[in-house]
């Protein structure tokens, strides 16, 4: 068992997550830190770095806390916004670390992953280049199944509801995942020949494109499809480190 403190839960994490070797608009790690130097006792989790989440965070005595959607990018669009949320984490004494790529595309974490899992998808293999980097995964069924059997999963294990889009074949064999916002990468599930595409979220442009190309739609909301991955940390953090670990929902109807 390591030993409880914030920086040694960041460089696991930095490990764990190869943060330093992939490259992103958010700055990746502790963005945050407290005046904690000792052993810390609660480390929580959670998609999204704003002022709503670090207040349920304060009421369940987080110490540190590992969010997807950080405060800090690059470029910073509101400066304001940031300084903001960093006065309030100081304010609490409260840390915050973040992961947001690093747990898009993780190999056991990462939220394409754990989607895979949920739908039973089987030999996943990259797929989604964003950035010049595969974020994405794709598979196939065991069986022949239908939009509205892998919606009603997503739904009932999400917490979600999701909008289906049948542009194509009512048989699914195949289907590529990319969480949040992943529908700027529909030409390439497209290209691959794939039957659907689950995102979080979409715009107008995707689908209109999706009608077009006659591809099979699945959006179930960028917050659900984030969930995941910050949710399998949970265990590692809580093996690794003995500390009490917690999910601070902080639900968005997007």
């Not at 330093?20 to 810390?40: M, P, Y």
């Not at 965070?57 to 916004?81: F, M, N, T, Y």
């Not at 009932?156 to 289907?175: E, H, M, V, Y």
């Not at 979080?200 to 209109?208: C, M, S």
Request: contains cysteine; proline residues 2%; aromatic residues 8%.
């Amino acid at each position: 068992m390591q030993r409880a403190t914030i920086a040694a839960i960041a460089r696991f994490l930095n490990k764990t997550l190869r943060v330093r070797s992939i490259k992103d608009a958010s700055k990746n790690g502790l963005q945050v830190r407290s005046r904690r130097t000792g052993v810390i006792r609660k480390v929580g989790f959670a998609v999204d770095g704003c002022l709503s989440t670090f207040e349920k965070a304060k009421k369940r005595g987080v110490e540190l806390l590992v969010v997807h959607h950080g405060i800090s990018w690059r470029p910073q669009k509101d400066r304001d916004l940031e300084q903001a949320r960093a006065a309030y984490l100081r304010k609490n004494n409260m840390a915050l670390y973040a992961a947001h790529l690093p747990l898009d595309l993780h190999e056991e974490c990462g939220n394409n992953m754990q989607l895979c899992r949920l739908l039973g998808v089987q030999d996943p293999v990259k797929f989604g280049k964003y950035h010049g980097i595969r974020i994405g995964y794709a598979g196939t069924f065991r069986k022949a199944t239908g939009l509205d059997d892998l919606a009603s999963a997503l739904n009932r294990d999400l917490d979600t509801q999701c909008r289906i889009f049948p542009f194509g074949k009512k048989r699914l064999r195949s289907i590529g995942i990319i969480s949040g916002g992943g529908g700027s990468l529909l030409k390439e599930a497209c290209n691959a020949g794939l039957d659907c595409f689950l995102v979080g979220e979409i715009d107008l442009a995707v689908y209109n494109a999706a009608r077009e190309y006659g591809m099979n739609l699945i959006v179930a909301g960028h917050y659900a499809t984030e969930t995941v991955g910050v949710k399998a940390l949970l265990p590692l953090v809580r093996e690794t480190f003995g500390v009490d670990i917690v999910f601070v929902e902080d639900k968005k109807e997007m």
